[in-house]
């Protein structure tokens, strides 16, 4: 009958009051019976929903910014814990971290033992990555004989080492292309055979010797005039003033040593023998203060033409004799990367106070080193590469004036693809997970973000008859 007449349209039908009861009732039984089922629906759907959500087990990690280390743990809720992503990491993530998984530690058999030389302001790091419990394990290295940055740069341009270190690449910038017939491959004289990334950020001081005289101040124009020879005694009337004076502290101890006529009033100026990047960065340093006539040069810096004055000076073969000849000489000054300090047995060298670009005075502590180096870096622009490379005297308060960079330098095109491999394999870990573990408890800064993403761009350009050697998968 409804189904016949529906629910309008028949008057007689629809005017009559049990027509109008009935139907009602109907109605009600009719939506009370959907509202039932959709309940029913619901509870048998949403307690299942979440039973399934609390049943969702998810994988979950971590890879610590400050260690590499990789975390992982699983999730019975699918969210994370905080901290954590989901998933499992990528290669990509892998790569440089030293876990299971980093590709970087995969290197194929038939890689020779790689043979290595150049810095010794790399030489502690270098050491404790190449040798011992800590070392790349993926690869056999030379012996380090540290003989300086100039031997790193010929070393890689003759083709004699697998990779050379040197505090200044090889550029026009740094003065540093081969000349022409110094090398057996002539063609290394162009700098784009090379890839060049950066190895550690570090600083030098200006190390003395005078017992019971500690935060020395010495302004770049007095290290300079030392060096040229115009400033002969640590009693000097500057050197003097600069340290308050002839009446009180150290001004008044520096002035005493030459009313004594102690014998270590007259300074021994040292200096470095060899071709050096630590010359380098001293000389630039100086040159950015403004403070001296010479141009930034890792050459031997004795003689004549463009070198020191200083006429009471002897010679360093590296950073390792320098610190030697400063703790064996009494009223020495030379100039050494900070790390040596740290060495047992180096503990009669002072390091000057220094001034920053801001003239405010930095004491080289342990404490705060790092932090001044690290920010000479920041300070300095974010683009390091060989052609634009220095970070000495940079403006801003507490940048160390002294701080530099070094490099490792690798031919491009690799005559090798195993040994190829684990030279470019070595440097991307050495760039970062190496940096995170060693840096800093070795007397360096961990390398900027930047600069260990720039060294990973580069060393993928390196190549063994035009195959990309840094993602190979063995």
């Not at 800590?134 to 012996?143: D, E, H, I, Q, R």
């Not at 770049?220 to 040229?228: H, L, P, R, S, V």
Request: hydrophobic share 40%; proline share 4%; with cysteine.
């Amino acid at each position: 009958m409804f189904l016949s007449h529906g629910w309008g349209g028949n008057n007689e039908y629809n005017n009559n009051p049990y027509t109008r009861e009935k139907k009602m009732k109907i109605l009600k039984i009719s939506v009370a019976f959907s509202m039932a089922s959709v309940g029913l629906l619901g509870l048998s759907t949403l307690p299942a929903s979440a039973n399934a959500k609390a049943n969702t087990t998810v994988n979950c990690y971590k890879i610590s910014k400050t260690t590499d280390q990789l975390s992982t743990t699983t999730s019975s809720t699918g969210v994370c814990p905080a901290g954590y992503s989901k998933g499992v990491p990528t290669q990509a993530q892998l790569q440089g971290t030293g876990n299971n998984g980093d590709i970087d530690l995969n290197v194929p058999n038939g890689a020779s033992t790689l043979n290595i030389n150049g810095s010794s302001f790399d030489a502690t790091l270098v050491g404790v990555t190449t040798t011992g419990s800590t070392a790349y394990p993926a690869a056999n290295f030379s012996s380090y004989p540290a003989a300086g940055s100039g031997g790193g740069r010929s070393g890689i341009e003759a083709g004699t080492l697998n990779i050379g270190f040197s505090d200044q690449p090889i550029s026009a910038a740094a003065g540093t292309l081969a000349s022409s017939g110094t090398v057996a491959n002539t063609s290394a004289e162009v700098s784009a055979n090379f890839v060049q990334v950066p190895y550690l950020l570090g600083g030098a001081v200006v190390g003395y010797n005078l017992p019971g005289l500690k935060n020395v101040r010495l302004t770049a124009g007095e290290i300079a005039a030392i060096y040229d020879g115009t400033v002969t005694k640590w009693s000097n009337a500057g050197i003097v003033a600069t340290n308050g004076g002839p009446s009180v502290g150290l001004g008044k101890k520096l002035a005493a040593l030459g009313t004594t006529n102690a014998a270590i009033d007259t300074i021994k100026v040292l200096y470095r023998s060899a071709s050096s990047g630590t010359t380098y960065a001293f000389t630039d340093y100086l040159n950015a203060a403004g403070a001296s006539g010479h141009s930034p040069s890792g050459s031997v810096m004795e003689g004549t033409g463009n070198k020191w004055g200083a006429s009471n000076i002897l010679g360093a073969s590296n950073n390792a004799a320098m610190a030697s000849d400063i703790v064996n000489t009494p009223g020495s000054i030379g100039y050494v990367e900070y790390s040596y300090l740290l060495i047992p047995g180096n503990a009669a060298i002072s390091a000057a106070v220094l001034q920053d670009k801001n003239g405010q005075w930095l004491t080289p502590t342990s404490q705060g080193m790092l932090s001044y180096i690290a920010k000479a870096a920041a300070a300095a622009s974010a683009s390091i590469t060989p052609e634009n490379f220095s970070i000495v005297f940079q403006a801003g308060n507490d940048a160390w004036p002294l701080a530099t960079y070094s490099w490792a330098i690798v031919a491009k095109s690799q005559p090798s693809q195993a040994t190829g491999e684990a030279v470019v394999k070595y440097l991307d870990w050495e760039s970062h997970v190496a940096q995170l573990l060693d840096a800093a408890a070795n007397g360096y800064v961990p390398l900027p973000a930047a600069a260990a993403a720039y060294t990973r761009a580069q060393l993928a350009t390196v190549n063994y008859n035009g195959t990309e050697l840094l993602n190979q998968q063995n």
